[in-house]
């Protein structure tokens, strides 16, 4: 793995992890059913991306 590519993995982990937490967080203090739901399953889908990104280092 060639240093560019290196720090593009560290970018994109930085950013995965950024959005799951900000996604947990507006589904932690939403009211509406529909907006937590849908806020849950984009912080699972960072953390999914996280997890791919992850492996590839």
């Known amino acids: ?3 560019k590519e290196s720090l ?3 970018d994109a ?3 995965a992890q950024f ?10 203090t939403l009211c509406d059913a ?6 849950a ?3 699972e889908q960072h953390s999914q991306m ?4 992850y492996d590839q280092i």
């Open 8 to 10: 593009y993995l560290d």
């Open 19 to 28: 959005l799951a937490k900000q996604c947990r967080e507006a589904a932690e």
């Open 34 to 39: 529909n907006l937590k739901s849908c806020a």
């Open 50 to 53: 996280y997890a791919r990104f």
């Open 1 to 3: 793995m060639t240093t």
């Open 41 to 43: 399953k984009l912080a």
């Open 13 to 15: 982990l930085g950013h």
